[in-house]
Structures are given as structure tokens and as C-alpha cells.
């Protein structure tokens, strides 16, 4: 128990300062990218010279990399999060009106990829047919060699959702380490021995596969959560879908700095949280074991 | 080596020939316009047919080829060296120089890949001349790509240096210098090795997203980034498929990179 105490402090602290150097990065990154100080409203001749000259202010507040992130931590502890310079619009909102889609389209997605992936690396481990195998292992490794953002261009011209074409880039990777692991749990002595004796499949699987391969399936799923996350800004940029990756792809292009920065860390955040609780978890599904 | 890997070393060769034969093959260029004939379809004067501005298609993909084969590598090499640099190195020295460099990947990887290069691309210059473009495009991807092997190789450094031979080595007296260049550097080939490989078909899929995405190599120049971009109009499958030659090149170039990729992580194990 003081083991686990320990590991959820420790990946605590280490998410902590991760996601405060990531948008540390962030900002640091915008504010050295060349024409960082060019504003295409200071050319519109209907703004009076007050008006140019307030826009300058405005923006040489953040030309301080360290003071603009300052700035930044001590409104975001208010919940301040600043306003987008290419939207016009509070970050808070544009993150809290596009969240509820991007979730729910990475749910979906990875929901999705892991039925994939565990119906068939279960099948192909235990029928243990060469040409089963191959042909799963083909589908997924062309699945491999095909960029996302065309597999977002193809769900766009066959109308399918766009949590599919997640499900789809997440799926090979997910299924080679899902089906190494069930392969070579399916090769112990143990469960050779115990299918020699008679005993049933599901036994098998929920008795003797699941308990040793949760842990590594664990560790593979929080890694398939950044994957996702990943995968959400081309789907979300190319089938129109107005997410979190869509506004990503957006600040990125418009190089807008609040936005960009508060989207770091919260992509940063949610990796980290998701690959924290993996190990968290696995920590606890061992010490069950043991 | 198996069939399937002399099947993919066949066909890389031969990619990369065409590829490099672009002037004789298609002796107009990728930038000629055929006014009379845009967005046509495949006949005898355009293999592929004319993209919506009227030019060649079979040309562009030939030299869309070159730049992707080309310089996808470069950009692996450039990966490798920075990750042989920084992991390496903070295997070797260990102690706060291994956690400081273990910290920086960490905060690179917890980062999704496309993330953090469509942020780094976007903050880049866009509007560059198109050989600008290119040379920065690749040159992110080697310098963003360095973080996985730059793990990999601290803590294969990490363990070379609680190996029997290297701690003779220094029992023996070999200054620090010299046990890195003699004993560390060589026994950390095999993984530079797989790490190269690994990089040119990840690099060659990232530079083909960023191209969708508008992102990537500017026009005129092709690259198969700019090509997969034709994919963005297309209303079905049936209507133009020879418009997916440059999808289909892309997939049997990668699938052949990731069969020889086998042979490169046996090499590294």
C-alpha cells in the first residue's frame, strides 16, 4: 500500500512538472517562430492610430516569454485561461464547447481499436493458424503504412465516422504488442499443460492469459491513448469536425499563442494521465497477483 | 534473408532508380503545365493523366518520389546522430546528466508525434520558396524524431557500462575518452542501426501527413505529401482511381521498409 502511496506521488509530481515545461516549451517555441510580432489587423485602414498602437501593447505584454507564462500560470489558477488572438474568443470556451466531441470521437475510436485489436490477436494466438496469422498481421501492417491524415480523407469520401478512422491508425499498433503478448503467454508450460489436462478455453483465457498479459495490455493501452489523441487532429482537420485536435491544427496554422500553450498542456496532461493510471493500475493488478 | 525481404529490397531499388531517373523519364519537370489539358485523365502523352493545374502526374510522382526517398533518410540520419549525441552521451555520463536528458524525452514524448510536429512546422516559415520548404520540413522531422532512440540508446549505453569488459576496461586504466570511442560507440551500432531504419519509413508517413495537412513541402515541388493532397477533391474511388498511385507507391515503399525492418531489429537483438 505505502508502495503504490509512493508510485501515485511520485507520477504525480512527475505530471506536475512535465505539463508545466510543456507549455513552457510551447510558449518559448511561438515566441521564437519567425514573424511572431506581425498582426495582419494593423493593416486595416479603418483602425486609427490608438487602435494599432493598442494592439502593439497588447501583444508586447507576451513578447516576455517567462513573464507571459507567469502571467499565464497565475490567471489559470483563477480559471482565466486567456483569450484566443485568432478567435476572439475565450480559450475556456473554445475548449469547453469543443471537448465533449473530441472525447467522445477518442472513447469511440479507442473503444473501437481494442475490440480490433483483442478479437483478433485473441484469435490469431489461440487458432494459431499461419495463414490466419499472416493475413491478420498484413491487414494491420497496411493499416501501418497508410499517413492518417489519408485514412481521415477516405472516412470523409465513404461517409464513415470519424471515430473509425481513429480506431483504424490506432489498431496496428495496438494489435502487434497485443498479439506478441497473447502468442507468448499462450506458449507457457503452464497453459500447455493445463490444455493437455482438459481444461476449458475460458478458463484458460480468464485464469491463466488475462491476469499475466493485463499488466503490458495495460501499459499499451495508455500509450494508445496519446496515439489517439494523436490521431484526432488530422481526422478532426480533414472531415470537419469541430474538436479539440481541429482547434489544434487551427492555432498552430494562426500561431496563436494562449490557445496553442493551453492546448499543450492539455494534451501533455491527458497523456501523462493516461499512461500514469496505466501504471498505476498495473502496479495494483501485480501486487494482486503476488 | 527471407523472399519477402529480397522482394522489398527488389522494389526499393527499383522505386528509388525511377526515382532518380525523373529527368529521363520525364524529361518536362513536375512544374510544366499543360494548359490544354487539365485535370485529364490517363492517356498515351500523361501516363497518370494532368492534375487540376495541368501537369503530369507521372512526372510529379517520380519527382515527389525522389525528395520523400531522399530525403527521409537525410532526415533519419540527422535523428540518429542527435539521439546517439544526447542518449549516448547521458548513458555514459549518467548521474543528473542522464535524468536531465531522460526528463527533455519524456517531455518530447509525452507530446503526441503529430502534435508536436504540426506545432513545430506551423511556427516554421510557410511562406518560403519551395526548396526552403522542403529542406525545412525534413530537417524538423530529424530534429524532432531523436527522442525514442536517444531513450533507447542511454540505457543501452547505461548497461555497456556495467558490463564486465568495460569495467576491466577501466581497471586497466583506459581514459574515459577513449573506452567511449573504443568500447561504448561500436557495441552501439546495431542499435544506430535499427534506429535509422525505423526513423526513414516513420519520417516518410509524418512528412505525408504534414503535406495533407498543408504543412508540408510548398508547391510546385512534389513530394508524396502534396500528392496525397489531390485526395482531398475526390468525391469516390471509382470516379479517378489512378489518382491513387501516389497512395499506392507510398504504401509498398513503407511495407517494404517495414519487412526490411525485421532484419534490422534481428540485427539490433
Known amino acids: ?290 | 534473408m527471407s523472399l519477402w525481404q529480397k522482394l522489398a529490397c527488389v522494389i526499393l531499388t527499383l522505386v528509388l532508380c525511377g526515382s532518380v531517373a525523373a529527368n529521363w523519364l520525364a524529361p518536362a519537370g513536375y512544374a510544366k503545365q499543360y494548359r490544354e489539358a487539365t485535370d485529364a485523365p490517363p492517356s498515351r502523352a500523361h501516363w497518370l493523366g494532368t492534375d487540376e493545374m495541368g501537369r503530369d502526374r507521372f512526372a510529379r510522382v517520380l519527382y515527389g518520389t525522389r525528395i520523400s526517398l531522399l530525403l527521409a533518410p537525410a532526415a533519419a540520419l540527422l535523428s540518429t546522430l542527435m539521439a546517439a549525441l544526447i542518449g549516448g552521451l547521458a548513458g555514459y555520463w549518467g548521474g543528473i546528466w542522464a535524468r536531465m536528458a531522460m526528463a527533455v524525452t519524456d517531455l518530447f514524448l509525452s507530446l503526441p508525434w503529430l502534435f508536436l510536429l504540426i506545432t513545430a512546422r506551423a511556427l516554421m516559415p510557410l511562406n518560403v520558396s519551395p526548396l526552403v520548404s522542403v529542406m525545412v520540413t525534413f530537417m524538423l522531422l530529424g530534429l524532432l524524431g531523436w527522442t525514442t532512440a536517444a531513450r533507447v540508446l542511454c540505457t543501452t549505453a547505461a548497461s555497456l557500462l556495467g558490463s564486465d569488459f568495460v569495467r576491466q576496461a577501466r581497471a586497466a586504466g583506459l581514459p574515459g575518452q577513449r573506452l567511449f570511442w573504443i568500447h561504448v560507440v561500436p557495441n552501439l551500432k546495431p542499435v544506430l542501426y535499427a534506429q535509422f531504419w525505423i526513423s526513414i519509413p516513420v519520417f516518410i508517413l509524418s512528412e505525408a501527413n504534414l503535406g495533407i495537412l498543408g504543412l508540408g513541402v510548398a508547391e510546385p515541388m512534389p513530394s508524396w505529401g502534396s500528392l496525397l493532397k489531390e485526395l482531398e477533391g475526390l468525391v469516390s474511388i471509382g470516379e479517378e482511381p489512378w489518382k491513387f498511385v501516389p497512395l499506392i507507391l507510398l504504401v509498398v515503399v513503407v511495407t517494404s521498409f517495414q519487412v526490411l525492418l525485421s532484419k534490422q531489429e534481428e540485427m539490433a537483438a
Open chain 1, 1 to 290: 500500500m505505502r508502495g503504490l502511496r509512493w508510485k501515485i506521488a511520485g507520477h504525480a509530481s512527475a505530471l506536475v512538472a512535465t505539463v508545466l515545461l510543456g507549455g513552457l516549451l510551447s510558449a518559448t517555441l511561438v515566441r521564437l517562430a519567425p514573424g511572431f510580432d506581425a498582426d495582419e489587423r494593423e493593416l486595416d485602414p479603418h483602425l486609427s492610430a490608438e487602435s494599432v498602437q493598442a494592439l502593439r501593447d497588447a501583444r508586447h505584454k507576451s513578447h516576455n516569454v517567462f513573464r507571459f507564462y507567469l502571467s499565464y500560470m497565475k490567471r489559470a489558477m483563477t480559471g482565466d485561461l486567456g483569450t484566443s488572438l485568432a478567435l476572439g474568443q475565450p480559450v475556456r470556451t473554445l475548449l469547453r464547447d469543443r471537448a465533449p466531441l473530441t472525447l467522445r470521437l477518442l472513447a469511440i475510436g479507442l473503444a473501437l481499436a481494442w475490440l480490433l485489436t483483442l478479437t483478433l490477436a485473441l484469435s490469431a494466438a489461440r487458432l494459431r493458424l499461419s495463414v490466419y496469422d499472416t493475413l491478420t498481421t498484413a491487414v494491420s501492417g497496411t493499416f501501418l503504412c497508410i499517413p492518417a491524415a489519408v485514412l481521415a480523407l477516405l472516412s470523409v469520401l465513404w461517409n464513415a465516422p470519424g471515430a473509425l478512422a481513429i480506431a483504424l491508425i490506432v489498431f496496428p499498433h495496438t494489435y502487434r504488442y497485443a498479439r506478441n503478448l497473447l502468442v507468448k503467454a499462450y506458449s507457457r508450460p503452464h497453459i500447455i499443460t493445463a490444455r493437455a489436462k482438459g481444461l476449458g478455453e475460458a478458463r484458460i483465457l480468464f485464469w491463466h492469459v488475462v491476469p499475466v498479459v493485463t499488466p503490458q495490455l495495460l501499459a499499451v493501452a495508455g500509450v494508445s491513448v496519446s496515439m489517439a489523441v494523436g490521431a484526432a487532429i488530422p481526422v478532426e482537420a480533414l472531415c470537419g469536425l469541430a474538436g479539440i485536435g481541429q482547434l489544434a491544427w487551427q492555432a498552430a496554422l494562426a500561431r496563436d499563442l494562449p490557445l496553442l500553450v493551453n492546448i499543450t498542456v492539455l494534451v501533455t496532461l491527458v497523456t501523462l494521465l493516461a499512461n500514469s493510471s496505466a501504471d498505476v493500475i498495473g502496479h495494483v493488478v501485480r501486487g494482486q497477483e503476488v
